[in-house]
Nanobody, 122 residues
Framework: QVQLVESGGGLVQAGGSLRLSCAASGRTFSSYAMGWFRQAPGKEREFVAAIGRIGGELYYADSVKGRFTISRDNAKNTVYLQMNSLTPEDTAVYYC???????????????WGQGTQVTVSS
């Protein structure tokens, strides 16, 4: 079973930046699409961004488009989420996920990390 481990979360002021990382175990990282999702208290888990197997295809939620950038380094088995111009509305637990298809829905992803907390203060 592939393990996904997120890091890079924390507390940041509005307007600040954070870079999340998600390291995957195993040798098949480049065979999968990778996604970032987030879940705020009392809300459903929502799509943030996704990237294709070799990084050529990128999808973003409208709420983060122009502020967040997803990228991957297949040599390091790692996917990143650079988050700029953060607002309190971005406060959530952020999860990385791995799946066979590049989709924006949670049910398309078969492996999930444990999540990392991002808190944006006003």
């Amino acid at each position: 079973q592939v393990q996904l481990v997120e890091s890079g979360g924390g507390l940041v002021q509005a307007g600040g930046s954070l870079r999340l990382s998600c390291a995957a175990s195993g040798r098949t990282f480049s065979s999968y699409a990778m996604g970032w999702f987030r879940q705020a208290p009392g809300k459903e888990r929502e799509f943030v961004a996704a990237i294709g197997r070799i990084g050529g295809e990128l999808y973003y939620a409208d709420s983060v488009k122009g502020r967040f950038t997803i990228s991957r380094d297949n040599a390091k088995n790692t996917v990143y989420l650079q988050m700029n111009s953060l607002t309190p509305e971005d406060t959530a637990v952020y999860y990385c996920a791995q799946g066979p298809l590049l989709r924006a829905t949670t049910n398309a992803y078969t492996n999930w990390g444990q999540g990392t907390q991002v808190t944006v203060s006003s």
